[in-house]
């Protein structure tokens, strides 16, 4: 009963920078937190950055530094990207952690990133 929707992916050259959107609608009562996840060709799904709903982030070593996680008031979440790297290519996911269970359960779509060296 919970609805992700991503946007803001594209071409970009190494350096350059994107803002990640993440749309929920539903029950979104039904979450306690959020993050991004991304999976690159022939590699398994990864995980990126969290925020919970007293917003603490975590952060995955690799992007520590140049990305930035966060929520608004109606539960849209963002990933400022900066200083993109061409590893950092990848379908980028949003998801929702389940309050009752803890489980990641909610995924949207997905959003194409390529950056170009």
């Known amino acids: 009963q919970v609805q992700l929707v991503e946007s803001g992916g594209g071409l970009v050259q190494a350096g350059g920078s994107l803002r990640l959107s993440c749309a929920a609608s539903?029950?979104?009562?039904?979450?306690?937190?959020m993050g991004w996840y991304r999976q690159a060709p022939g590699k398994r799904r990864e995980f990126v950055a969290t925020?919970?709903?007293?917003?603490?982030t975590n952060y995955a070593d690799s992007v520590k530094g140049r990305f930035t996680i966060s929520r608004d008031n109606a539960y849209i979440l963002y990933l400022q990207m900066n200083n993109l790297k061409p590893e950092d290519t990848a379908v980028y996911y949003c998801?929702?952690?389940?309050?009752?269970?803890?489980?990641?359960?909610?995924w949207g779509q997905g959003t194409q990133v390529t950056v170009s060296s």
């Open positions: 998801g929702g952690r389940t309050t009752q269970t803890l489980l990641w359960d909610y």
């Open positions: 539903g029950s979104i009562f039904s979450i306690n937190a």
């Open positions: 925020i919970t709903s007293g917003g603490s």
